[in-house]
């Protein structure tokens, strides 16, 4: 009886060993394990922070890319809009230069008329350096014909031409020019008042002025009277000294 009892004495102090080392292995296995889970939960955690990073950037790009095609749609209708500008200019500028050609064709054969009446009227007006003021009206004549110059700059030369014609009309002064005498050309001096009156002087001390004849023409005629030759030789003598006012007695061309 009593080896029984020690045996099963003996067992179940076996039994207590081996719950104790089981549950000792267990506890290490759950401290194991609870190692575990914390290093996964770290990882976890870690990745979470990662993702979350990676959300954020990637948000910011895309919030980046919208404003930078907000932006291209922004310079796209301002330089769709300046391309309309643009294209409407050179519709514009393609109108008024056909207009222009247009009212330059219309306006070329009046300023021919024009230029045509207003050489006439030098050819057979006062006879002050008539070939040059010819010359300038029949070199803007020719422009206009080779196409060197536009109707509407001619119109302008031509009223310049007219301005210095108006211009010379209120000028007193003295002058070179090569007059027809006795039927020869000769180089003499001019003394012009305004647009009425011409008187020269040549070189071999001759003096006269120029009169219109009856059938309206001029003429440049000498003078032999001592005293119309004296007031000639004053006139030339007080436009030399620049005196240009005062009170002067000259011959009267007009006097038939």
Do not use: C
Request: charged share 30%.
């Amino acid at each position: 009886m009593f080896k029984q009892f020690l045996k099963k004495t003996a067992l179940f102090i076996g039994l207590i060993g081996t719950l104790l080392f089981s549950a000792s292995s267990v506890g290490n296995s759950l401290d194991n394990l609870a190692k575990s889970l914390a290093k996964i939960r770290g990882e976890v955690e870690e990745l979470q922070t990662q993702l979350d990073v990676q959300k954020e950037n990637h948000s910011s790009k895309i919030v980046s890319l919208s404003s930078q095609l907000a932006d291209l749609s922004v310079e796209e209708r301002r330089q769709k809009m300046s391309i309309e500008k643009l294209e409407h200019s050179i519709e514009k500028t393609t109108a008024d230069s056909k207009q222009a050609e247009q009212s330059g064709a219309l306006l070329k054969p009046v300023l021919f008329d024009i230029l045509a009446d207003f050489k006439q009227q030098i050819l057979t007006g006062f006879p002050f350096k008539t070939d040059d003021r010819i010359k300038s009206i029949e070199a803007l004549e020719t422009e206009l014909k080779n196409e060197l110059i536009d109707s509407n700059r001619a119109v302008n030369q031509a009223w310049a031409l007219i301005e210095d014609e108006i211009r010379l009309s209120r000028e007193n002064g003295i002058y070179q020019q090569t007059i027809t005498l006795d039927g020869e050309k000769v180089l003499v001096d001019i003394a012009k008042l305004g647009s009425v009156f011409l008187f020269f002087q040549t070189r071999d001390n001759r003096a006269g002025m120029a009169r219109r004849t009856d059938n309206n023409e001029w003429r440049f005629e000498t003078t032999n009277t001592t005293g119309d030759v004296e007031r000639i030789a004053k006139l030339f003598d007080a436009l030399k000294k620049q005196i240009r006012q005062g009170y002067f007695e000259l011959p009267n061309p007009l006097k038939k």
